[in-house]
């Protein structure tokens, strides 16, 4: 069984920046490939991006592209997701996943709690 625990979520002004953490336990973290994902208000969760156990990285849409960046770090069991020049529209709970297999159908075994990220403007 895998445990994950996201935090760094609160409330920035837009263009602002945020960290978020996702801790792992319970399981071999560097093997696993590691997504993050969102759902705004009033929307379906979407894939945001994901890095692979080798650390390949993969993008969602283009509106995070130059902005959201994802890494890891296999000696804290922890994947992070750096988002730069936030925007309103990047408001809403961020879940991380672990073992996904299909990230735009959402197939991972594991799932954290989410984390609130709200974007003022």
């Known amino acids: 069984q895998v445990q994950l625990v996201e935090s760094g979520g609160g409330l920035v002004q837009a263009g602002g920046s945020l960290r978020l953490s996702c801790a792992a336990s319970g399981r071999t973290f560097s093997t696993m490939a590691m997504g993050w994902f969102r759902q705004a208000p009033g929307k379906e969760r979407e894939f945001v991006l994901a890095i692979g156990w080798s650390g390949t990285i993969t993008y969602s849409a283009d509106s995070v592209k130059g902005r959201f960046t994802i890494s890891r770090d296999n000696a804290k069991n922890t994947v992070y997701l750096q988002m730069n020049s936030l925007k309103p529209e990047d408001t809403g709970v961020y879940y991380c996943?672990?073992?996904?297999?299909?990230?735009?159908?959402?197939?991972?075994?594991?799932w954290g709690q989410g984390t609130q990220v709200t974007v003022s403007s």
């Open positions: 996943a672990a073992a996904c297999s299909d990230y735009v159908r959402e197939m991972c075994h594991y």
